[in-house]
């Protein structure tokens, strides 16, 4: 087995240097829109950076950002990206709940990515992934840049993937996400359906994408849930106040719909079950902090703090759960679909992580009224 390090998940940057001859049609554009634009994956702000460190030159001479390139220029940009990616398979277990030639269906646990990214380079759901289809060899990709708009949590995919896996070979892409038809957050556990070739792929993806699949959760959130049964819609788009975060928002967002239903009252938090009818990041627990039940945990949306504040030997308890738990309580607990080969509907279901089970437990046995 291939060893690997923290360190080595967050690599040094290394610098690249672009050189570029201005086509003769080029209409008058400042410097930093034109890079932006021809780099691939460059960001406003690598570039931006590269430009007040000096390391633009028309023509050889240091430029500003409000330079306007022309017909003819000789543009030279000396940029820092992060270095290739490397697909390294791993020996890590899997909690694999089915399997045929086709795909597989897994239950990751939280803690995991999904996908290698900045940070997060190994020890992720496709290493693991990799070495369970027989891969040995490093696969080396383009690196995604860490301050670009892709996102871990977003639902759908369309990249290319691992091709036939009997001959071991990757499609010839930047693709650092063999198999992936959806995600799941780092710290969500629950099921996910990998493809192994891309026909199935291909199958699996427009389903998610017509919304035909079924996916529910189970998540504790903060507060008593009033209603047994509710209905949340609003538009999500990227939060004004941070652009890693989301929000619901009146303008600039996208359609989501979330059902949800409570399961069983905590005193101080409820355990409620979840129907996904849109698949946008962060959809459940940006839609339970807009309804003032945050997700028990979520350290981006407030939820890692104490929102109870009542009864003093409550509060306790809450605090107590909070240490125990170290993540958000959000557990994706079933997953249907129509088999893309067998053309029959499969579901499953998966039990609650131990982080939940002990944190229901811990409130179960309390004797306060």
């Not at 930093?32 to 460190?53: E, F, P, S």
């Not at 380079?121 to 840049?145: C, K, M, P, W």
């Not at 026909?199 to 959760?217: G, I, P």
């Amino acid at each position: 087995m291939m060893e690997s390090s923290d360190k080595n998940n967050y690599p040094d940057y290394i610098e690249k240097e672009f050189k570029f001859i201005v086509a003769k049609g080029q209409n008058p554009e400042r410097v930093d829109n034109y890079l932006t634009k021809y780099i691939y994956n460059a960001t406003r702000n690598r570039v931006q950076k590269a430009i007040d460190d000096g390391n633009v030159t028309i023509n050889g001479k240091v430029v500003k950002s409000s330079r306007k390139v022309q017909p003819n220029d000789e543009i030279i940009c000396k940029i820092m990206k992060a270095p290739p990616i490397e697909l390294l398979p791993e020996s890590i277990p899997l909690d694999i709940l089915y399997e045929d030639d086709y795909l597989l269906v897994v239950n990751k646990p939280a803690f995991m990515c999904t996908h290698p990214g900045f940070g997060h380079r190994y020890g992720t759901l496709v290493n693991a992934i990799l070495y369970h289809f027989g891969l040995r060899q490093v696969l080396q990709y383009e690196s995604i840049d860490e301050d670009s708009e892709d996102d871990e949590n977003s639902d759908e995919l369309d990249e290319p993937f691992l091709d036939n896996i009997d001959e071991g070979e990757i499609f010839a892409s930047d693709s650092v996400r063999p198999g992936i038809v959806h995600r799941l957050d780092k710290d969500t556990s629950g099921l996910l359906v990998i493809a192994k070739n891309p026909e199935v792929h291909a199958k699996l993806s427009a389903q998610f994408a017509a919304r035909t699949t079924e996916r529910e959760y189970n998540a504790i959130v903060w507060g008593d849930v009033k209603e047994e049964y509710g209905v949340i819609e609003g538009d999500i788009g990227r939060s004004s106040k941070d652009r890693k975060l989301f929000a619901v928002v009146k303008k600039g967002g996208k359609f989501a719909k979330t059902e949800y239903w409570v399961v069983k009252r905590l005193k101080f938090a409820t355990l409620v079950k979840l129907k996904l009818h849109t698949g946008r990041t962060h959809q459940i627990r940006v839609h339970l902090n807009h309804i003032k039940h945050t997700v028990f945990g979520d350290t981006a949306y407030g939820g890692a703090q104490n929102l109870y504040n009542g009864r003093p030997e409550l509060n306790n308890i809450a605090n107590k759960c909070l240490k125990l738990v170290k993540r958000q309580m959000l557990h994706a607990r079933t997953l249907g679909f129509k088999h893309p080969v067998i053309n029959e509907f499969m579901r499953f279901d998966s039990d609650l992580p131990e982080d939940f089970i002990k944190v229901l437990s811990i409130v179960e046995s309390l004797n306060i009224e």
